[in-house]
Every structure is written in C-alpha cells, then in structure tokens.
C-alpha cells in the first residue's frame, strides 16, 4: 500500500523558515513534488525532482527561496521553505509518481499524500 505522510506545516511570521516532511512508502517512485492550494484557488506546482535528485524545478514564485530534497536513508521528502511571504500560505500537499520526469502538473501524479496547513502571518 502507497503511502504518503506529510508533516511540518504550521502558523509562522513573513520572513520565518518552515520545512515541510512527507515520509514515502509501499514502492519505489521515479520523481516527486509538492504542490500547494491557497485559499480559494486551485492548487498549484511548487517544486519537483527526480527521484535521484539533481534535476529539481521550481515555480517562479518560490525559486530562491525554496529547496526540495530526499533522504536517501529513509525515502522522506523535503521541502524547506526560508523567507515565507503571506502567499505562501495554503495546505501543501506531497505527491509523487512512477516517470522520471519531475512532474509539474497534477495529470503527472500517481499518488498524494494528505496535505499540511502552512499559514504566513503578517
């Protein structure tokens, strides 16, 4: 059974850190990504890589302040998040998929996990 397991979201101030966790199990997967829905908007790319690493894409409302990364040790997904803006609030969700290719639209996931409330207080 695929799991997705997200973690780490929470109520921060414009300028904090946040990193958001999303622990993998029940298969192998070629690449993952985060994507997130702000309130009353559809939801929308974040960040994604190949499962390897070294091929990571960004929305460019994100690029240069987030980073999306893997443990190879334990299969959990990253996304750490420095300089959060108000904008960035939403619930973000962990998705993964069976291609290679960092997926950076919705019809490219297989699976998602859960999803976890981030809010940025001004």
């Known amino acids: 059974q695929v799991q997705l397991v997200e973690s780490g979201g929470g109520l921060v101030q414009t300028g904090e850190s946040l990193r958001l966790s999303c622990v993998a199990s029940?298969?192998?997967?070629?690449?993952y990504a985060w994507f997130r829905q702000a309130p009353g908007k559809e939801r929308a790319f974040v960040a994604a890589?190949?499962?390897?690493?070294?091929?990571?894409r960004y929305a460019d409302s994100v690029k240069g302040r987030f980073t999306i990364f893997r443990d190879n040790r334990d299969n959990t997904l990253y996304l750490q998040m420095n300089s959060l803006k108000s904008e960035d609030t939403g619930v973000y969700y962990c998705a993964a998929a069976s291609g290679s290719k960092p997926p950076s639209e919705e019809r490219g996931i297989d699976y998602w996990g859960q999803g976890t409330q981030v809010t940025v207080s001004s």
């Open positions: 029940g298969r192998t997967f070629g690449s």
């Open positions: 890589n190949t499962w390897r690493g070294g091929a990571a």
